[in-house]
Protein backbone atom coordinates (compact mmCIF):
# COMPACT_ATOMS: atom_id res chain seq x y z
CA UNK A 1 0.00 0.00 0.00
CA UNK A 2 1.15 3.13 -0.99
CA UNK A 3 0.97 4.11 3.01
CA UNK A 4 3.55 2.13 3.85
CA UNK A 5 6.10 2.73 1.30
CA UNK A 6 9.92 4.03 2.57
CA UNK A 7 10.50 7.30 1.09
CA UNK A 8 10.54 11.10 1.48
CA UNK A 9 6.91 11.45 1.72
CA UNK A 10 6.73 9.35 4.58
CA UNK A 11 8.40 12.16 6.90
CA UNK A 12 5.36 14.36 5.97
CA UNK A 13 2.23 14.10 8.15
CA UNK A 14 0.63 11.42 5.37
CA UNK A 15 -1.99 10.08 7.66
CA UNK A 16 -3.30 13.27 8.52
CA UNK A 17 -4.44 14.17 5.03
CA UNK A 18 -6.46 10.80 5.43
CA UNK A 19 -8.76 12.06 8.48
CA UNK A 20 -11.85 13.19 7.51
CA UNK A 21 -13.05 16.77 9.01
CA UNK A 22 -14.58 14.72 12.46
CA UNK A 23 -11.21 12.67 12.46
CA UNK A 24 -9.49 15.85 13.11
CA UNK A 25 -11.52 17.00 15.20
CA UNK A 26 -11.42 14.18 17.54
CA UNK A 27 -7.66 13.57 17.15
CA UNK A 28 -7.33 17.86 18.17
CA UNK A 29 -9.44 17.66 21.08
CA UNK A 30 -7.96 14.44 22.31
CA UNK A 31 -4.57 15.89 22.04
CA UNK A 32 -5.57 19.40 24.25
CA UNK A 33 -7.26 17.26 26.24
CA UNK A 34 -4.45 15.02 27.25
CA UNK A 35 -1.64 18.25 26.76
CA UNK A 36 -3.54 19.97 29.79
CA UNK A 37 -4.10 16.35 31.86
CA UNK A 38 0.02 16.50 31.81
CA UNK A 39 0.41 19.68 32.26
CA UNK A 40 -1.94 19.82 35.65
CA UNK A 41 -0.86 16.55 36.80
CA UNK A 42 3.37 17.48 36.45
CA UNK A 43 2.47 20.93 38.24
CA UNK A 44 3.17 19.13 41.46
CA UNK A 45 6.69 17.92 40.42
CA UNK A 46 7.55 21.58 39.74
CA UNK A 47 6.80 22.83 42.79
CA UNK A 48 7.34 20.03 45.05
CA UNK A 49 10.89 21.72 45.93
CA UNK A 50 9.12 24.84 47.25
CA UNK A 51 6.58 22.71 49.13
CA UNK A 52 9.41 20.41 50.77
CA UNK A 53 10.69 23.95 52.16
CA UNK A 54 7.32 25.72 52.46
CA UNK A 55 5.53 23.32 54.61
CA UNK A 56 8.69 21.27 56.19
CA UNK A 57 6.92 17.42 54.45
CA UNK A 58 9.27 14.81 54.76
CA UNK A 59 10.43 12.77 51.51
CA UNK A 60 7.78 10.04 52.46
CA UNK A 61 5.21 12.67 52.78
CA UNK A 62 6.02 13.95 49.31
CA UNK A 63 5.93 10.69 47.73
CA UNK A 64 2.46 9.83 49.16
CA UNK A 65 1.21 12.71 47.65
CA UNK A 66 2.84 11.58 44.35
CA UNK A 67 1.24 8.42 44.94
CA UNK A 68 -2.61 9.34 45.86
CA UNK A 69 -3.22 10.74 42.32
CA UNK A 70 -1.78 7.90 40.33
CA UNK A 71 -3.56 5.60 42.78
CA UNK A 72 -6.97 7.25 42.62
CA UNK A 73 -6.93 7.27 38.85
CA UNK A 74 -6.93 3.78 38.47
CA UNK A 75 -10.53 4.25 39.74
CA UNK A 76 -11.16 6.88 37.74
CA UNK A 77 -10.06 5.66 34.67
CA UNK A 78 -11.80 2.44 35.28
CA UNK A 79 -15.32 4.20 35.98
CA UNK A 80 -14.94 6.36 33.41
CA UNK A 81 -13.92 3.98 30.75
CA UNK A 82 -17.02 2.25 31.90
CA UNK A 83 -19.04 5.31 31.18
CA UNK A 84 -17.80 6.06 28.15
CA UNK A 85 -18.99 2.33 27.04
CA UNK A 86 -22.61 3.41 28.21
CA UNK A 87 -22.82 7.23 27.50
CA UNK A 88 -20.45 7.65 24.69
CA UNK A 89 -16.98 9.21 24.60
CA UNK A 90 -18.05 12.70 23.79
CA UNK A 91 -20.10 12.68 27.21
CA UNK A 92 -17.47 11.72 29.35
CA UNK A 93 -14.66 13.86 27.72
CA UNK A 94 -16.75 17.01 28.63
CA UNK A 95 -16.53 15.73 32.07
CA UNK A 96 -13.01 14.53 32.30
CA UNK A 97 -11.30 18.01 31.14
CA UNK A 98 -13.71 19.91 33.75
CA UNK A 99 -13.20 17.89 36.88
CA UNK A 100 -9.76 17.95 35.82
CA UNK A 101 -9.06 21.37 35.63
CA UNK A 102 -11.75 22.33 38.94
CA UNK A 103 -9.41 19.55 41.21
CA UNK A 104 -6.16 21.12 40.15
CA UNK A 105 -7.62 24.82 41.79
CA UNK A 106 -8.28 23.14 44.43
CA UNK A 107 -5.11 21.82 45.11
CA UNK A 108 -3.60 25.24 44.59
CA UNK A 109 -6.59 26.58 47.55
CA UNK A 110 -5.27 23.76 49.99
CA UNK A 111 -3.20 24.79 53.42
CA UNK A 112 -2.00 21.75 54.33
CA UNK A 113 -0.91 17.90 53.86
CA UNK A 114 -4.28 16.92 54.56
CA UNK A 115 -6.35 19.21 52.13
CA UNK A 116 -3.74 18.63 49.76
CA UNK A 117 -3.86 15.12 49.99
CA UNK A 118 -7.84 14.94 49.46
CA UNK A 119 -7.38 17.08 46.34
CA UNK A 120 -4.61 15.52 44.67
CA UNK A 121 -6.65 11.99 45.12
CA UNK A 122 -9.97 14.30 43.70
CA UNK A 123 -7.54 15.06 40.67
CA UNK A 124 -6.51 11.68 40.01
CA UNK A 125 -10.27 10.65 39.34
CA UNK A 126 -10.30 12.91 36.06
CA UNK A 127 -6.65 12.26 35.35
CA UNK A 128 -7.81 9.11 34.74
CA UNK A 129 -10.63 8.84 32.56
CA UNK A 130 -9.09 11.90 30.19
CA UNK A 131 -6.59 9.95 28.10
CA UNK A 132 -8.45 6.25 28.02
CA UNK A 133 -11.91 8.36 26.61
CA UNK A 134 -9.97 10.50 24.26
CA UNK A 135 -8.02 7.42 22.63
CA UNK A 136 -11.01 5.30 22.18
CA UNK A 137 -12.82 8.38 20.45
CA UNK A 138 -9.73 8.88 17.57
CA UNK A 139 -8.54 5.12 17.52
CA UNK A 140 -12.44 4.52 16.11
CA UNK A 141 -12.65 7.13 13.72
CA UNK A 142 -9.56 6.65 12.18
CA UNK A 143 -7.88 4.21 9.28
CA UNK A 144 -6.54 0.47 10.61
CA UNK A 145 -3.21 1.34 8.93
CA UNK A 146 -2.72 4.67 10.47
CA UNK A 147 -4.16 4.36 13.77
CA UNK A 148 -0.54 3.98 15.08
CA UNK A 149 0.28 7.19 14.03
CA UNK A 150 -2.97 8.55 14.84
CA UNK A 151 -3.35 7.51 18.27
CA UNK A 152 0.69 8.18 19.29
CA UNK A 153 0.47 11.31 18.03
CA UNK A 154 -2.11 11.80 20.76
CA UNK A 155 0.09 10.27 22.99
CA UNK A 156 2.85 12.87 22.40
CA UNK A 157 0.72 15.58 23.98
CA UNK A 158 1.94 14.65 27.11
CA UNK A 159 5.14 16.21 26.15
CA UNK A 160 3.45 19.70 25.44
CA UNK A 161 1.69 19.73 28.53
CA UNK A 162 4.74 18.68 30.45
CA UNK A 163 6.33 21.22 28.94
CA UNK A 164 4.00 23.52 29.58
CA UNK A 165 4.01 22.97 33.18
CA UNK A 166 7.71 23.76 33.08
CA UNK A 167 7.06 27.19 31.60
CA UNK A 168 4.08 27.91 33.62
CA UNK A 169 6.48 26.95 37.27
CA UNK A 170 9.42 28.45 35.96
CA UNK A 171 7.98 31.79 35.59
CA UNK A 172 5.55 31.77 38.30
CA UNK A 173 7.74 30.48 40.77
CA UNK A 174 10.76 32.98 40.09
CA UNK A 175 8.27 36.58 39.68
CA UNK A 176 5.65 35.42 42.92
CA UNK A 177 6.71 34.86 46.47
CA UNK A 178 7.30 31.22 47.19
CA UNK A 179 4.74 30.84 49.36
CA UNK A 180 2.01 32.54 47.22
CA UNK A 181 3.99 30.99 43.44
CA UNK A 182 2.66 27.58 44.27
CA UNK A 183 -0.60 28.52 44.51
CA UNK A 184 -0.85 30.16 41.36
CA UNK A 185 0.98 27.55 39.62
CA UNK A 186 -1.84 25.14 40.12
CA UNK A 187 -4.97 27.71 39.60
CA UNK A 188 -3.81 28.87 36.61
CA UNK A 189 -4.14 25.36 35.35
CA UNK A 190 -7.63 26.23 35.11
CA UNK A 191 -7.73 28.38 32.61
CA UNK A 192 -6.88 26.27 29.61
CA UNK A 193 -9.79 24.07 30.25
CA UNK A 194 -12.57 26.13 29.32
CA UNK A 195 -12.01 26.75 25.50
CA UNK A 196 -11.03 22.65 25.50
CA UNK A 197 -14.80 21.64 26.66
CA UNK A 198 -16.26 24.09 23.93
CA UNK A 199 -14.75 22.60 21.32
CA UNK A 200 -15.90 19.45 22.70
CA UNK A 201 -19.46 20.48 22.22
CA UNK A 202 -18.84 20.43 18.47
CA UNK A 203 -17.83 16.89 18.11
CA UNK A 204 -19.78 14.19 16.42
CA UNK A 205 -19.75 10.36 18.35
CA UNK A 206 -18.02 7.62 16.66
CA UNK A 207 -19.55 5.45 14.46
CA UNK A 208 -17.88 2.36 15.95
CA UNK A 209 -19.25 2.86 18.87
CA UNK A 210 -23.01 3.82 17.12
CA UNK A 211 -22.78 0.93 15.68
CA UNK A 212 -22.04 -1.38 18.29
CA UNK A 213 -25.29 -1.62 19.78
CA UNK A 214 -25.57 -3.84 23.41
CA UNK A 215 -23.38 -3.18 26.14
CA UNK A 216 -21.18 -5.49 27.44
CA UNK A 217 -21.22 -5.63 31.75
CA UNK A 218 -18.72 -4.17 33.54
CA UNK A 219 -17.00 -7.48 34.50
CA UNK A 220 -16.65 -8.60 30.50
CA UNK A 221 -13.12 -7.25 30.33
CA UNK A 222 -12.37 -10.27 33.23
CA UNK A 223 -14.37 -13.10 31.33
CA UNK A 224 -12.24 -15.74 29.90
CA UNK A 225 -12.28 -14.51 26.50
CA UNK A 226 -10.56 -11.24 27.49
CA UNK A 227 -8.79 -12.03 31.20
CA UNK A 228 -5.68 -12.76 29.57
CA UNK A 229 -5.86 -9.43 27.55
CA UNK A 230 -6.61 -7.44 30.52
CA UNK A 231 -3.75 -9.22 32.57
CA UNK A 232 -1.40 -8.36 29.59
CA UNK A 233 -2.78 -4.66 29.57
CA UNK A 234 -2.15 -4.19 32.50
CA UNK A 235 1.05 -5.18 33.51
CA UNK A 236 2.43 -3.73 30.39
CA UNK A 237 1.19 -0.40 31.62
CA UNK A 238 2.46 -1.62 35.35
CA UNK A 239 5.93 -1.52 34.04
CA UNK A 240 5.95 1.96 31.63
CA UNK A 241 4.05 3.99 34.54
CA UNK A 242 6.39 2.48 36.92
CA UNK A 243 10.03 3.86 35.01
CA UNK A 244 7.82 6.62 34.12
CA UNK A 245 6.56 8.15 37.80
CA UNK A 246 9.91 7.37 38.98
CA UNK A 247 11.54 9.47 37.01
CA UNK A 248 8.99 12.51 36.19
CA UNK A 249 8.09 12.93 40.35
CA UNK A 250 11.30 12.89 42.02
CA UNK A 251 13.65 14.02 39.05
CA UNK A 252 13.52 17.45 40.32
CA UNK A 253 14.22 17.30 43.65
CA UNK A 254 17.29 15.41 42.61
CA UNK A 255 18.44 17.97 40.38
CA UNK A 256 17.85 20.78 42.86
CA UNK A 257 19.32 18.49 46.26
CA UNK A 258 22.14 16.33 44.86
CA UNK A 259 22.88 18.85 41.78
CA UNK A 260 22.57 21.91 43.45
CA UNK A 261 20.81 23.44 40.47
CA UNK A 262 18.37 26.32 41.18
CA UNK A 263 15.07 26.03 39.93
CA UNK A 264 15.20 27.96 36.48
CA UNK A 265 18.21 25.36 35.74
CA UNK A 266 16.12 22.57 36.85
CA UNK A 267 13.21 23.28 34.56
CA UNK A 268 15.55 23.85 31.38
CA UNK A 269 17.15 20.27 32.06
CA UNK A 270 12.98 19.03 32.61
CA UNK A 271 12.76 21.07 29.14
CA UNK A 272 15.67 19.04 27.21
CA UNK A 273 13.60 15.70 28.57
CA UNK A 274 10.10 17.47 27.42
CA UNK A 275 11.35 18.27 24.19
CA UNK A 276 13.25 14.42 23.38
CA UNK A 277 10.01 13.26 24.72
CA UNK A 278 7.84 14.97 22.03
CA UNK A 279 10.16 13.32 18.93
CA UNK A 280 10.43 9.94 20.77
CA UNK A 281 6.53 10.05 20.72
CA UNK A 282 6.45 10.65 17.31
CA UNK A 283 9.08 8.26 16.34
CA UNK A 284 7.45 5.41 18.51
CA UNK A 285 3.76 6.11 16.65
CA UNK A 286 5.43 6.09 13.45
CA UNK A 287 7.51 2.89 13.93
CA UNK A 288 4.54 1.24 15.55
CA UNK A 289 2.88 1.50 11.64
CA UNK A 290 6.20 0.32 10.00
CA UNK A 291 8.21 -2.17 11.97
CA UNK A 292 5.01 -3.21 14.14
CA UNK A 293 4.31 -2.95 17.91
CA UNK A 294 5.97 -5.39 20.08
CA UNK A 295 9.26 -4.26 17.82
CA UNK A 296 9.04 -1.08 19.23
CA UNK A 297 8.14 -1.63 22.46
CA UNK A 298 11.26 -3.87 23.01
CA UNK A 299 13.05 -1.03 21.15
CA UNK A 300 12.27 1.62 23.58
CA UNK A 301 12.16 -0.37 27.10
CA UNK A 302 15.77 -1.46 26.39
CA UNK A 303 16.64 2.21 25.23
CA UNK A 304 14.82 3.89 28.63
CA UNK A 305 16.78 1.34 30.91
CA UNK A 306 20.05 2.25 29.20
CA UNK A 307 19.23 5.77 29.59
CA UNK A 308 18.13 5.91 33.21
CA UNK A 309 21.25 3.72 34.03
CA UNK A 310 23.31 6.33 32.63
CA UNK A 311 22.33 9.29 34.19
CA UNK A 312 22.05 7.70 37.24
CA UNK A 313 24.82 5.15 38.05
CA UNK A 314 27.39 7.19 35.46
CA UNK A 315 29.75 9.88 37.24
CA UNK A 316 28.98 12.64 34.98
CA UNK A 317 29.21 16.50 35.33
CA UNK A 318 25.92 18.50 35.43
CA UNK A 319 26.27 19.19 31.40
CA UNK A 320 26.81 15.52 30.93
CA UNK A 321 23.37 15.00 32.48
CA UNK A 322 21.81 18.23 30.53
CA UNK A 323 23.46 15.94 27.10
CA UNK A 324 21.63 12.74 28.44
CA UNK A 325 18.16 14.35 29.57
CA UNK A 326 18.08 13.87 25.58
CA UNK A 327 17.95 10.01 25.21
CA UNK A 328 16.32 9.53 28.48
CA UNK A 329 13.23 11.93 27.79
CA UNK A 330 13.11 9.65 24.07
CA UNK A 331 12.84 6.39 25.09
CA UNK A 332 11.35 6.76 28.48
CA UNK A 333 8.23 8.46 27.36
CA UNK A 334 8.40 7.59 23.71
CA UNK A 335 7.62 4.29 24.10
CA UNK A 336 4.44 5.08 25.40
CA UNK A 337 2.96 6.25 22.15
CA UNK A 338 2.61 2.22 21.55
CA UNK A 339 0.50 1.16 24.55
CA UNK A 340 -2.60 2.87 22.92
CA UNK A 341 -2.65 1.24 19.77
CA UNK A 342 -2.23 -2.24 21.36
CA UNK A 343 -5.33 -1.71 24.04
CA UNK A 344 -7.55 -0.42 21.56
CA UNK A 345 -6.96 -3.51 19.22
CA UNK A 346 -7.02 -6.47 22.50
CA UNK A 347 -10.76 -5.01 23.48
CA UNK A 348 -13.93 -5.26 20.79
CA UNK A 349 -15.29 -2.01 20.68
CA UNK A 350 -18.39 -2.98 23.02
CA UNK A 351 -15.97 -3.24 26.35
CA UNK A 352 -12.88 -1.00 24.75
CA UNK A 353 -13.38 1.96 26.60
CA UNK A 354 -13.49 -0.34 29.99
CA UNK A 355 -10.93 -1.94 29.01
CA UNK A 356 -8.19 0.42 28.21
CA UNK A 357 -9.27 2.62 31.50
CA UNK A 358 -8.73 -0.31 33.28
CA UNK A 359 -5.25 -1.64 32.07
CA UNK A 360 -4.14 2.02 31.29
CA UNK A 361 -4.91 3.19 35.05
CA UNK A 362 -4.37 -0.06 37.10
CA UNK A 363 -0.88 0.41 35.51
CA UNK A 364 -0.52 4.09 36.29
CA UNK A 365 -2.12 2.86 40.22
CA UNK A 366 0.09 0.11 40.66
CA UNK A 367 2.85 2.76 39.74
CA UNK A 368 1.73 4.95 41.91
CA UNK A 369 3.92 3.13 44.52
CA UNK A 370 7.08 4.08 43.14
CA UNK A 371 7.60 7.32 44.15
CA UNK A 372 6.41 6.65 47.53
CA UNK A 373 9.10 3.73 47.50
CA UNK A 374 11.53 6.13 46.51
CA UNK A 375 10.66 8.53 48.80
CA UNK A 376 11.34 5.63 51.96
CA UNK A 377 14.51 4.80 50.26
CA UNK A 378 16.20 7.72 49.31
CA UNK A 379 17.42 8.42 52.73
CA UNK A 380 19.40 5.08 52.05
CA UNK A 381 21.00 4.81 48.93
CA UNK A 382 19.77 8.45 47.51
CA UNK A 383 17.52 9.83 45.41
CA UNK A 384 18.95 8.76 42.02
CA UNK A 385 19.67 5.42 42.54
CA UNK A 386 16.67 4.85 43.59
CA UNK A 387 15.46 5.98 40.42
CA UNK A 388 17.66 4.19 38.35
CA UNK A 389 16.98 0.86 40.27
CA UNK A 390 12.95 1.11 40.43
CA UNK A 391 12.57 2.42 36.81
CA UNK A 392 15.15 -0.31 35.74
CA UNK A 393 12.40 -2.89 37.27
CA UNK A 394 9.81 -1.16 35.56
CA UNK A 395 11.29 -1.59 32.12
CA UNK A 396 12.03 -5.13 32.68
CA UNK A 397 8.42 -5.82 33.08
CA UNK A 398 7.84 -4.09 29.74
CA UNK A 399 10.18 -6.28 28.18
CA UNK A 400 8.53 -9.06 30.00
CA UNK A 401 5.31 -8.96 29.11
CA UNK A 402 5.51 -7.81 25.09
CA UNK A 403 7.44 -11.21 24.64
CA UNK A 404 3.77 -12.90 25.54
CA UNK A 405 1.75 -9.85 23.15
CA UNK A 406 0.42 -10.65 20.48
CA UNK A 407 1.17 -8.32 16.91
CA UNK A 408 -2.10 -6.21 16.22
CA UNK A 409 -0.53 -3.73 13.27
CA UNK A 410 -3.06 -2.50 11.02
CA UNK A 411 -5.64 -4.94 12.86
CA UNK A 412 -9.40 -4.20 11.84
CA UNK A 413 -11.36 -3.05 15.28
CA UNK A 414 -14.15 -5.67 16.08
CA UNK A 415 -16.82 -6.00 18.18
CA UNK A 416 -17.70 -8.84 20.67
CA UNK A 417 -19.59 -10.96 18.00
CA UNK A 418 -16.29 -11.31 16.02
CA UNK A 419 -14.39 -11.60 19.08
CA UNK A 420 -15.60 -14.16 19.61
CA UNK A 421 -16.01 -16.22 16.48
Known amino acids: MEIWRWSQHDMKPQWYKMLDRNARRAFWTSFAGFSLDAMDVQLYAFVLPVLLTAWGLSHTEAGLLASATLVSSAAGGWITGLLADRIGRIRVLKVTILWLAISTCLCGLADNFGQLLVARLIQGLGFGGEWAAGVVFVAEVVAPEIRGRAVGMVQSAWAVGWGMAAAISAVVLALAPADLGWRITFIVGFLPAIPVYVYRTRLKESETFLKAGLRSS????????????????????????????????WWPVMLRSERGLSTTATSAYLAAIATASFFGYVSSAWLGDRIGRKATLVSFALGGTLAVLACTELQVS???LLLLSFPLGFFALGMFSAIGPVLTELYPTEIRGSGLGFC???????????????????ANIGISHAIGIYATCAYGLVLLVTIFLPETRGQELRSVSEARS
Not at 228 to 234: D, E, L, P, Q, V
Open 218 to 249: RHAIFSRSMAAATIKGSLLATGMHGGYWAIAT
Open 360 to 378: YNFGRGMAGSTPLLIGGSA
Open 318 to 320: NFG
